[in-house]
């Protein structure tokens, strides 16, 4: 290809991803950009042949996982980037670096890296989504000697919590799976007691499950950001998921007549109210019967020898959000 056409090439591909091409000396921009898989390129100029096409995005298939081929590696990520380096090959001239979604066989050619370089980053890519990054080597005579590839992801910017509950003296989140399942590595977990002045911060290593120590009668700000692992360095997402959790509220009796009686417990730190619920004598549910800004509660009208249910819940007012506190059921009756 002729040096004007080879520049018209670069030139003529309107594209919103951008490949910068590195190594260890020196960092410099590319003319060469990248359409994200999930896009179809438009290509306009005559040397449009020379980029082949790609297919619209696919999902990961279930099970799917990262991997990768002898002599390249992942070795950065951030929510929009990857970068990628590779060893190099002899009698090289070239490298075409291409990309394909995770589970697809249609590349896209995004440029070409000097044989004095061996890494690349990819900007402007989703977060939370796994690609397959592709370096072939060519001669000088442009023919492909040999060619090898990597799964890559770039960091999920939220992740989802599928449960969580609260035991005595701690609190559990089940997770979400993610798809590649190894596209996370781990959490590190934020959190903060309402009466606390400093907020701790735990590294989690597993994808699944995580329990964090709280104290009772407290509500905890809790920030979750997963964290991929590569090489020895840990990349975490800049990006939270945000939740307010609470252990469940303890009742005492605090006195009682021959119709009603009345309990109390201590004050939750951070919570704006506290609403009861009953179960009455008949039902299998319980019906919320006050909210209020006390720490007490009579419950009138009982009838001697009957069983009644109670749980206090106390709420926790963020924005326009309200967060809950875990609860417990207590069984009241006059006897």
Do not use: H
Not at 21 to 47: I, R
Not at 315 to 321: E, G, L, Q
């Amino acid at each position: 290809m002729k040096m004007k056409s080879f520049k018209k090439f670069f030139v003529s591909i309107a594209l919103s991803a951008v490949l910068t091409l590195s190594s260890a000396s020196s960092v410099f921009a590319a003319t060469a950009l990248l359409v994200p898989a999930e896009q179809t390129a438009e290509l306009t100029q005559e040397n449009a042949s020379d980029t082949p096409a790609v297919e619209s995005s696919e999902a990961p298939t279930a099970g799917a996982s990262l991997s990768a081929q002898s002599g390249i590696s992942q070795t950065t990520a951030s929510e929009t980037s990857v970068t990628i380096q590779w060893n190099p090959v002899a009698n090289a001239v070239k490298y075409a670096v291409s990309i394909s979604p995770l589970n697809s066989s249609s590349y896209r050619l995004l440029g070409y890296v000097d044989n004095s370089r061996n890494k690349a980053t990819i900007n402007k890519l989703k977060a939370g989504t796994a690609y397959i990054i592709k370096i072939t080597a060519l001669n000088s005579s442009g023919i492909a000697i040999s060619s090898r590839s990597v799964g890559c992801t770039t960091l999920y910017s939220k992740v989802s919590i599928k449960s969580s509950y609260a035991n005595p003296g701690r609190y559990t989140f089940n997770m979400k799976t993610v798809t590649p399942s190894n596209a996370i590595t781990g959490y590190k977990v934020v959190y903060q007691g309402s009466a606390a002045r400093k907020p701790i911060t735990k590294y989690f290593k597993t994808r699944y499950s995580f329990t964090i120590p709280i104290s009772d009668n407290t509500f905890y700000q809790v920030k979750i950001y997963p964290y991929l692992v590569l090489g020895n360095k840990r990349y975490v997402s800049s990006t939270s998921t945000n939740r307010y959790v609470a252990n469940s509220i303890s009742l005492q009796k605090a006195g009682n007549t021959n119709t009603s009686m009345s309990v109390k417990w201590n004050r939750t730190a951070g919570a704006n109210s506290y609403s009861i619920y009953i179960r009455y004598p008949g039902s299998d549910s319980f019906k919320k019967v006050k909210t209020t800004s006390s720490n007490s509660f009579t419950l009138t009208g009982m009838k001697k020898n009957t069983k009644y249910g109670i749980k206090v819940i106390a709420n926790k007012k963020v924005k326009n959000k309200v967060w809950r506190s875990d609860s417990k059921i207590y069984n009241m009756s006059l006897s």
